[in-house]
């Protein structure tokens, strides 16, 4: 793993999906086979194989403490291009500087991760007055989770970070994206864990040769998405929560 740090010269980024952006990490270091941030590693400079980098904005807490009083008010992601609790975080605690800068100031913050590292700040979390904490969980089946995320955690800790999080009185969601084969076990897992769900498809450009690879070609059509998407909403109907379906 090539770890360097480096100094940044802005960490609060404008966001077409939330008001605002913080990635504290450029790199991550769960190496997903999907993952969309892929992309990033045009503009950064590596030639290394995607997660097996990662650059880390030592100055990000002190960038922020600056532009946030700079910029009107909006909801914050943590994070869009990497994981901000890749195992990098437990030594570097970017992630929980920027968290504390943010709270402190009252914004509103959506985290999203694969990693129960979120709950080491539960400290901080419980008293966040606008704050939302998901879980990207893309299968129930930990035989296809290791083939498409073999550096992230088991499905069973996501399930019981969310559960954690949720009985902790924060307002929780998963973020099915992508949805992989055995993804509609999900819903009934998720079940008194989460607040909402989110469900997108599998980005093609990063990952059909792994499907093709592992012969999963017939997952690849449109009506295979439709018929996971649909067999996890009909449970979120009857377990009340409430699903998205984005793509």
Not at 71 to 100: A, I
Request: hydrophobic share 35%.
């Amino acid at each position: 793993m090539n770890v360097n740090e480096i100094k940044s010269k802005t960490i609060l980024s404008a966001s077409k999906i939330y008001d605002y952006v913080i990635n504290p990490y450029v790199g991550c270091q769960h190496g997903c086979t999907y993952c969309y941030a892929r992309f990033m590693k045009r503009f950064s400079g590596h030639l290394e194989p995607w997660g097996l980098f990662a650059d880390v904005k030592i100055n990000a807490p002190e960038l922020l403490r600056k532009e946030i009083t700079k910029k009107k008010r909006g909801r914050v992601w943590m994070s869009g291009l990497c994981d901000p609790y890749q195992p990098l975080e437990l030594k570097y605690e970017l992630t929980r500087k920027c968290l504390e800068v943010l709270f402190a100031n009252e914004w509103p913050v959506t985290i999203q991760t694969r990693s129960p590292l979120v709950l080491r700040d539960l400290d901080i979390l419980k008293g966040a007055k606008d704050l939302e904490a998901g879980l990207t969980i893309t299968t129930a089946d930990e035989k296809i989770r290791r083939l498409f995320e073999p550096y992230a955690t088991s499905v069973e800790d996501r399930l019981d970070t969310l559960e954690e999080l949720h009985q902790n009185g924060i307002r929780t969601y998963a973020m099915i994206a992508p949805v992989l084969p055995g993804a509609e076990g999900l819903a009934e897992a998720l079940a008194g864990k989460v607040d909402h769900i989110i469900i997108d498809r599998m980005n093609y450009h990063y990952a059909d040769w792994i499907y093709r690879k592992n012969k999963m070609d017939n997952a690849l059509s449109d009506e295979y998405f439709r018929k996971i998407s649909t067999s996890i909403t009909d449970v979120c109907k009857k377990s009340g929560i409430t699903c998205e379906v984005v793509y």
